[in-house]
């Protein structure tokens, strides 16, 4: 696996990210301006609780299905098990909330939003395997296209709705749309692939269960302490603040896409190297050395021109987002240092006491918010961050003996 081939699919997977984000971020100005920062509050604060739905699916993490790809050639039979596993779990979690918000909650609009997004996700969740089957083949370009395709749509018809000021709830309508559009050309491109269909019974679905769990739970305590914030704002702060806070966390969102692509495109090597510690060691420096340049550019250019950009896109009311921004962007260095931490720890053990890590900078972070926020208001919630982040990524790693190989690598 040459590493040609990665840096063509850590492109091709970086125009997916951008085109998702330009249009998130064109349709976000849009309502934002259009509406007042309380709705568009209510709005982010839908996403942020959906945002648990997909590491819900990691439970079948993405990691372990690629390694159980990489080992056997049944790549359809372990295909077939997976989804139907996601879209159960998925389905399961749209019913139960709308149970909820039926007989105890009722249905408002942060409900109808939330519900709306739970919807999104689970359609989502049939074409899900077959995205990461694509980049274990590093062949993110075909996924790639039809995302592009299914992302502009969404974009285009959600501005038009946004134009005649439809509510929005027809902006996540087309969304849904969107998605539903995206999973039959997947779909329809994977299954013209395949030729022949034999489904056997083995324990692939349990051990993949078994050997992710650790992961999951790692990842569910990032994504709880990384989405947190939001809810913990318009709770003690209101939805105004949440709005004020999620473009700050939009043009963040923008600043990190790239971590989440190298990692991806990144993994299938290391899995191929783990077994040559010299050059698994000079691989895993080299990235490392690259996120590293590369944040600290990212993060020069947030200082520099994040207040001129706000100030001309969104209306004053919004505009207080760039100091949280220019805050915020100091945790990029932390996510650059320890961008391949779980992937190295999965490769060579030590995600039970990585996920105690996680664990654990999550109640810090729960904590710290609690005491932060009612005095330095958003600014509390992004030290509160930074703090867990710290902890998550350096501090708990580093002492802790089983932990530690990962930087004991990068500074040998």
Same mark, same amino acid.
């Given at each position: 696996?040459?590493?040609?081939?990665?840096?063509?699919?850590?492109?091709?997977?970086?125009? !997916?990210?951008?085109?998702?984000?330009?249009?998130?971020?064109?349709?976000?100005?849009?309502?934002?301006?259009?509406?007042?920062?309380?709705?568009?509050?209510?709005?982010?604060?839908?996403?942020?609780?959906?945002?648990?739905?997909?590491?819900?699916?990691?439970?079948?993490?993405?990691?372990?299905?690629?390694?159980?790809?990489?080992?056997?050639? !049944?790549?359809?039979?372990?295909?077939?098990?997976?989804?139907?596993?996601?879209?159960?779990?998925?389905?399961?979690?749209?019913?139960?909330?709308?149970?909820?918000?039926?007989?105890?909650?009722?249905? !408002?609009?942060?409900?109808?939003?939330?519900?709306?997004?739970?919807?999104?996700?689970?359609?989502?969740?049939?074409?899900?395997?077959?995205?990461?089957?694509?980049?274990?083949?590093?062949?993110?370009?075909?996924?790639?296209?039809?995302?592009?395709?299914?992302?502009?749509?969404?974009?285009?018809?959600?501005?038009?709705?946004?134009?005649?000021?439809?509510?929005?709830?027809?902006?996540?309508?087309?969304?849904?749309?969107?998605?539903?559009?995206?999973?039959?050309?997947?779909?329809?491109?994977?299954?013209?692939?395949?030729?022949?269909?034999?489904?056997?019974?083995? @324990?692939?679905?349990?051990?993949?269960?078994?050997?992710?769990?650790?992961?999951?739970?790692?990842?569910?305590?990032?994504?709880?302490?990384?989405?947190? !914030?939001?809810?913990?704002?318009?709770?003690?702060?209101?939805?105004?603040?949440?709005?004020?806070?999620?473009?700050?966390?939009?043009?963040?969102?923008?600043?990190?896409?790239?971590?989440?692509?190298?990692?991806?495109?990144?993994?299938?090597?290391?899995?191929?190297?783990?077994?040559?510690?010299?050059?698994?060691?000079?691989?895993?420096?080299?990235?490392?050395?690259?996120?590293?340049?590369?944040?600290?550019?990212?993060?020069?250019?947030?200082?520099?021109?994040?207040?001129?950009?706000?100030?001309?896109?969104?209306?004053?009311?919004?505009?207080?987002?760039?100091?949280?921004?220019?805050? @915020?962007?100091?945790?990029?260095?932390?996510?650059?240092?320890?961008?391949?931490?779980?992937?190295?720890?999965?490769?060579?053990?030590?995600?039970?006491?990585?996920?105690?890590?996680?664990?654990?900078?999550?109640?810090?972070?729960?904590?710290?918010?609690?005491?932060?926020?009612?005095?330095?208001?958003?600014?509390?919630?992004?030290?509160?961050?930074?703090?867990?982040?710290?902890?998550?990524?350096?501090?708990?790693?580093?002492?802790?003996?089983?932990?530690?190989?990962?930087?004991?690598?990068?500074?040998?």
């Amino acid at each position: 696996m040459r590493d040609i081939n990665i840096y063509k699919n850590m492109l091709w997977l970086f125009l !997916d990210k951008v085109v998702i984000v330009l249009v998130q971020f064109t349709i976000s100005v849009k309502i934002a301006n259009e509406y007042s920062s309380e709705l568009y509050g209510k709005y982010a604060y839908a996403i942020s609780i959906c945002a648990f739905v997909p590491v819900i699916l990691e439970v079948l993490n993405n990691k372990i299905i690629k390694k159980k790809f990489s080992k056997g050639k !049944d790549h359809i039979n372990q295909l077939f098990k997976f989804t139907f596993f996601r879209i159960a779990i998925s389905f399961i979690i749209v019913v139960i909330y709308y149970l909820y918000t039926y007989y105890l909650n009722g249905f !408002d609009k942060l409900n109808i939003y939330i519900l709306l997004f739970l919807i999104n996700a689970f359609i989502l969740s049939i074409s899900s395997v077959i995205e990461v089957f694509y980049e274990f083949k590093l062949l993110s370009s075909l996924t790639v296209k039809i995302s592009v395709i299914s992302n502009l749509f969404v974009g285009v018809f959600q501005y038009i709705i946004l134009s005649l000021s439809y509510s929005l709830k027809s902006i996540i309508i087309i969304t849904i749309l969107g998605s539903i559009l995206r999973v039959i050309l997947l779909s329809r491109k994977y299954f013209k692939s395949v030729e022949d269909i034999k489904l056997t019974r083995d @324990k692939t679905l349990i051990n993949t269960l078994n050997e992710g769990k650790y992961l999951w739970l790692a990842t569910l305590s990032f994504i709880i302490y990384s989405q947190l !914030d939001k809810l913990m704002i318009g709770e003690m702060l209101g939805m105004s603040s949440v709005g004020v806070y999620q473009v700050a966390d939009r043009f963040y969102a923008l600043g990190i896409i790239w971590i989440g692509i190298a990692k991806n495109s990144i993994f299938p090597k290391m899995i191929l190297l783990q077994n040559n510690k010299i050059e698994y060691k000079n691989y895993i420096k080299k990235k490392v050395k690259y996120a590293l340049l590369f944040s600290f550019v990212i993060i020069v250019g947030v200082f520099l021109f994040s207040s001129f950009v706000i100030e001309n896109v969104y209306s004053s009311e919004f505009w207080e987002a760039s100091k949280y921004l220019k805050l @915020k962007s100091i945790n990029i260095i932390i996510l650059a240092i320890g961008i391949l931490k779980v992937e190295h720890l999965s490769l060579f053990g030590g995600t039970r006491e990585n996920t105690i890590v996680i664990f654990t900078s999550c109640i810090i972070n729960i904590i710290l918010n609690f005491i932060l926020i009612p005095i330095y208001h958003i600014y509390g919630a992004i030290i509160a961050t930074i703090c867990s982040q710290f902890y998550s990524t350096i501090l708990g790693t580093t002492l802790n003996k089983k932990l530690n190989s990962y930087y004991l690598l990068l500074l040998k």
